[in-house]
């Protein structure tokens, strides 16, 4: 085991959770969005991971429009920071209580183009692709490896990396699937996701078969949900990974006290450094995960 000299972190800013009532500084509105990842960025993260949400209700939106506001907010301010948007909305399948065949009204599940359509139009350097399908609790979070495979085409096609999202050993195997395809370019990007309801928990033991199962070339990071994520952290560090922290995580500072994405940036800021590491800035972020140079987001014709 080799601790990480160098270590970026990703900021993960809001997410698509049901947690707007449960900390006021989650951001909803493209302008709150946008105000939360130029703070963490000035905090010292190198990616900010981006959702939208709907600006009167607060729930998960799939509006490029919202996403375009959003990046364009963030561009007008701030070249450098390496903007990653999510490619897992149009996921979310309930069944019915008593009719298993009669969805809830809560699903949302769309085909693989309407779930990067905005990833498309906008052309980010780095986007999520959540690299199989995961009970939440009674939501499922659906997808195939047919999706999957449309999805990664159209990134690679477009210059786009995807950030592989797997939160249990079985969606590394899948991953390795694609790579075998061709359909995911060389040195991967894997973001080890930990303490999902269900998935691989958020222990050094999970932490270390994900990692030892990634193929040899790949870079890595790692998140913990709640209290966990700090503790992840270090243990990413340790184990050679880079960070995510963020509200879609965490909502917590401490026990009983609501964080900020720049707390929970500038926090895992002293645990890197506490560590002996050092934080990379975005143009050696850029570098170390091999991305495109960044562009202004183009108006749509």
């Not at 085991?1 to 970026?8: A, G, H, I, K, R």
């Not at 809560?106 to 350097?125: C, K, S, Y």
């Not at 996701?193 to 932490?207: E, F, R, S, V």
């Amino acid at each position: 085991m080799q601790t990480n000299p160098e270590v970026f972190i990703t900021c993960a800013v809001t997410g698509s959770g049901d947690t707007v009532k449960r900390n006021p500084h989650v951001p909803v509105t493209p302008a709150e969005i946008a105000d939360a990842a130029l703070a963490a960025a000035a905090a010292g993260a190198s990616i900010v991971h981006l959702h939208a949400r709907d600006p009167e209700t607060g729930k998960n939106s799939r509006n490029t429009a919202l996403f375009r506001e959003a990046v364009e907010r963030i561009r007008e301010r701030n070249m450098d920071v390496i903007v990653n948007l999510t490619g897992g909305n149009g996921g979310d399948l309930i069944f019915g209580a008593d009719e298993p065949l009669k969805l809830d009204p809560n699903t949302d599940v769309v085909g693989p183009d309407e779930r990067i359509a905005h990833i498309v139009e906008l052309r980010p350097e780095i986007a999520s692709l959540d690299c199989g399908s995961l009970n939440f609790d009674d939501v499922i979070y659906a997808t195939t490896p047919s999706y999957l495979r449309r999805m990664a085409s159209t990134m690679q096609r477009l210059g786009i990396k995807p950030e592989i999202e797997v939160f249990d050993l079985g969606h590394v195997e899948l991953a390795k699937q694609l790579m075998s395809e061709g359909l995911i370019d060389a040195n991967p990007h894997f973001q080890l996701c930990l303490g999902i309801k269900y998935g691989a928990p958020a222990t050094p033991d999970a932490m270390k078969a994900l990692r030892d199962a990634l193929p040899r070339n790949a870079t890595w990071s790692a998140f913990g949900i709640g209290r966990l994520q700090m503790p992840m952290v270090a243990q990413s560090i340790l184990m050679g990974g880079n960070v995510r922290v963020g509200l879609e995580d965490n909502l917590y500072l401490d026990r009983g006290t609501v964080a900020t994405n720049e707390q929970l940036v500038r926090r895992a800021v002293s645990v890197i450094e506490l560590m002996g590491s050092r934080v990379l800035g975005p143009a050696e972020t850029r570098t170390k995960l091999g991305l495109r140079t960044v562009e202004r987001v183009m108006q749509p014709a």
